[in-house]
């Protein structure tokens, strides 16, 4: 049985929320390739949340997000079934998938 443990946690800003989604696995480790650099280790906390199993979980309230950092295969693969990334726009970093979205207003909103 494949694992499908991540954590997910929502940060208020200014602009609006953040959502952070990490695979469990990837917490404590440092992802560098080329110039891309991801320092999950010291960043943890940003990721640190909620811990949910990707085949149960529902995520509500998408409403108020403005920014995805999504990092890690179950994660990735989470936000594609959810509409939430499309598929060209997932990096890799040391094998890993990473994405970010971000939900822009159109001039006017």
């Known amino acids: 049985m494949v694992d499908t443990m ?3 946690k929502l940060h208020e800003s200014e602009d609006g929320s ?14 560098s390739e080329g110039e891309l ?3 999950i280790n010291s960043y943890s ?5 909620e811990l949910v ?6 995520l509500h309230g998408l409403e108020g997000i403005v920014s995805f950092n999504i990092i890690g295969t179950e994660s990735v693969e989470f936000c594609i079934r959810n509409s939430i990334v499309e598929i060209e726009n997932i990096k ?11 939900k822009v ?4 909103n």
């Open 6 to 8: 991540i954590y997910v």
């Open 18 to 31: 953040i959502l952070a989604m990490c695979d469990e696995s990837l917490i404590g480790r440092t992802l």
């Open 37 to 39: 650099f991801i320092d």
């Open 45 to 49: 906390d940003f990721y640190v949340g």
């Open 53 to 58: 199993d990707t085949k149960n979980y529902e």
């Open 92 to 102: 890799t970093v040391e094998g890993v998938p990473v994405a970010h979205a971000y």
């Open 105 to 108: 207003d159109k001039p006017g």
